[in-house]
């Protein structure tokens, strides 16, 4: 079992598709920089067995990562984190981004959080990925 | 009886399916589709009509009404085809007791066009079967896994299980029917089919990927697992004072203590939602059901899920 799989997490009470969850937790791996560029994937089988999935969950959670540009598949050597750069026109990640951003905002508007402190939380919440990057990114040079 | 695409049939088409022993009806008007490569659960109660509606898939009864076919095949015209298709696991497996358990899988492999040795020597292993055991000296969860072990190292398109699970450890099934289906979809999973019936829903919550309710013989409910994750919710709200009057809508289930209102619904949470939120509720939250708790409150509409 590579230690990637340990980042994953399952919950079948959060309401989002079992395949997304995974799907959501790979690029917030990659984001962080707890997966870096060239990473393995834990393959599809001791996933599945790990997370108590089926393996097509997790083979549609790759194949959606794949076309997203986030993982490529390198034939009989598995699934690898891609280098970060979207397939995407800078028009349409920012239509996505646009719509995550709306949900949010709905979100907020519904559990009473104003605006400013809204963009403070926003802003802190940059800070606390960055750091996490950052300290992957000491972590893997001191490994090298 | 035609499948939506001739070139590739469903792996297992019910239409219609009626079933009586005597006067007796186990199985009422059936209706399901298996496509390859899924994990399909049958779930209801003891009784419900799983066994009988699984015995019609192997010709081990004949409808007494409709149509059943494997493969786009009538197992009643078309036999050994159907039975080459796949492999049955019934609810309580006997093997001959004066065989090992090697000698066992030896005489089950010599019926079969095909058996993964490496199969076998993983699962034997990861069981910790003991090849040289008599088969009368094995418990019932042993019985049962050389029973699992012998349904998918011929590697059969199909795998027909009935209440896998029922009668073992609690501690040991969950993890060994993953360990099974696992083994069996590694490889060409598009071609591996599971269609599995049980009334121990959590065993197979990730495992499932479709599933239909049946209770008295007739299907109550027919989703795909996530759909039916995402329809059911519980939403639980608490209140600063206990509400006076309760516009929900539609919900399919309200229980009220004090302060505390709790909901479960059927596709429509943000409605319900919406509604509980104009009350100004201290606290509102939402959860899914488990697919067990689906199961429940499907069978039990009254009861809490």
Known sequence: ?144 | MSANNPSTPAAIEIRGLSYSYGRGEAVHELNLTVTPGRCYGLFGRNGAGKTTTMKCLLNLLRPSKGEVRVFGLDPAKQEVAVKKSLAYVPDSVAFYPWMTVRETLDYLASFRDRWNRSIEGDLLDRFRLDPKQKANALSKGQRTQLALISAICPEPPLLVLDEPTSGLDPIVRREFIQTVIGAYQDADPGKRTVFVSTHLISEFEGLIDEFTIIDNGRELLALDADAARSRYQRISARFASEPATLDLGVAHMVRRSGRDVEVVVNGNASDVMGRLRALAPETLTTESLTLEEIFVTTVQPGAAA
């Open chain 1, 1 to 144: 079992m590579t230690d990637a799989s340990m980042l994953f997490q399952i919950n079948f009470k959060s309401g989002k598709p079992v395949y997304l969850q995974v799907v959501d937790q790979v690029k917030a791996a990659a984001a962080s920089g707890a997966m870096h560029a060239g990473e393995a994937l834990p393959s599809i089988r001791p996933l599945a067995e790990e997370l108590r999935v089926n393996r097509n969950t997790i083979a549609k959670a790759y194949t959606e990562l794949e076309s997203q540009g986030v993982i490529e598949t390198l034939p009989g050597k598995g699934c690898f984190v891609r280098p970060n750069n979207s397939p995407l026109k800078k028009d349409v990640r920012r239509k996505l981004l646009i719509e995550e951003i709306d949900q949010a905002i709905v979100q907020a508007h519904h559990l009473q959080v104003p605006a400013p402190e809204f963009l403070d939380l926003v802003r802190e919440r940059l800070g606390v990925i960055d750091e996490k990057r950052r300290a992957n990114d000491s972590k893997t040079k001191v490994e090298l």
